[in-house]
Antibody, heavy 119, light 113 residues
C-alpha cells in the first residue's frame, strides 16, 4: 500500500528557505500519469495547494506562490521535495504531500508536518 | 478568498440528510473539470471522500454522494452520524496561462447536533 511521509525542519526563521521532503513507499514515484503535490493548511484555516510535479518532471505552481516555490523529484530516492523561499509568519502551517490525478483526486496523503516560521 | 465557494458551516441531527454546496465558475467547474471531496477529521490529514464528481473510493459508505451541474457541485450525506462531524472540502482545477491549477473550496464545518 502506497504511503507518503513528510520530513523537514519544524522551525524556520523569517526570510529563510523552508525545505521539506516527501518520501514515497510501497510504490514508485515514477508511476505513469500521477502528480505529486504539496498542500498546506495554516492554523484554523483551509487547504491551500502549493504546487505539484508530474511523473514526467513537469511542475505546476499556485500562481500566488509561484515566485517563491520550487518542487523537484529524486526518482533514485523515491522522493519529491518542496522549497519555499523568503518565508514569513504567514507561511506557518501544516504541510501535506499527496498523490493525485486530475480525474481521481488526491487519493493518498502524508500525515502532515507542522512548520513554524519564527525567529 | 477561495476560488471555490462553500458555506462555512452546516448542521443536522443524527439520521438527517445534509448537503454542502461548492460553487465555482466557467474557468473551473464550469470548464468541465472534475470535482473531488475530502473529509478532514480534527487533527488528521484530509481523506478522499468522493472523486470524479460522484464516485466513492473503496470503503466510503454509500451515505455519501456527490453531484455536479454547471458551475456547481454538491456533497450529500444521508443518515447523519456523530462520526461524520468534520470539515469537508471540495477541490477542482482552474484554467490558467501556465496550466491547470488545483483549487480548493474554503471548507465547510459539519456539526452533528
Amino acid at each position: 500500500q502506497l504511503q507518503l511521509q513528510e520530513s523537514g525542519p519544524g522551525l524556520v526563521k523569517p526570510s529563510e528557505t523552508l525545505s521539506l521532503t516527501c518520501t514515497v513507499s510501497g510504490g514508485s514515484i515514477s508511476s505513469s500519469s500521477y502528480y505529486w503535490g504539496w498542500i498546506r493548511q495554516p492554523p484554523g484555516k483551509g487547504l491551500e495547494w502549493i504546487g505539484s510535479i508530474y511523473y514526467s518532471g513537469s511542475t505546476y505552481y499556485n500562481p500566488s506562490l509561484k515566485s517563491r516555490v520550487t518542487i523537484s523529484v529524486d526518482t533514485s530516492k523515491n522522493q519529491f521535495s518542496l522549497k519555499l523561499s523568503s518565508v514569513t509568519a504567514a507561511d506557518t502551517a501544516v504541510y501535506y504531500c499527496a498523490r493525485h490525478r486530475r480525474t481521481e483526486g488526491m487519493d493518498v496523503w502524508g500525515q502532515g508536518t507542522t512548520v513554524t516560521v519564527s525567529s | 478568498q477561495s476560488v471555490l465557494t462553500q458555506p462555512p458551516s452546516v448542521s443536522g441531527a443524527p439520521g438527517q440528510r445534509v448537503t454542502i454546496s461548492c460553487t465555482g465558475s466557467s474557468s473551473n467547474i464550469g470548464a468541465g473539470y472534475d470535482v473531488h471531496w475530502y473529509q478532514q477529521l480534527p487533527g488528521t490529514a484530509p481523506k478522499l471522500l468522493i472523486y470524479g464528481n460522484s464516485n466513492r473510493p473503496s470503503g466510503v459508505p454509500d451515505r455519501f454522494s456527490g453531484s455536479k451541474s454547471g458551475t456547481s457541485a454538491s456533497l450529500a450525506i444521508t443518515g447523519l452520524q456523530a462520526e461524520d462531524e468534520a470539515d469537508y472540502y471540495c477541490q477542482s482545477y482552474d484554467s490558467s496561462l501556465s496550466g491547470p491549477s488545483v483549487v480548493f473550496g474554503g471548507g465547510t464545518k459539519l456539526t452533528v447536533l
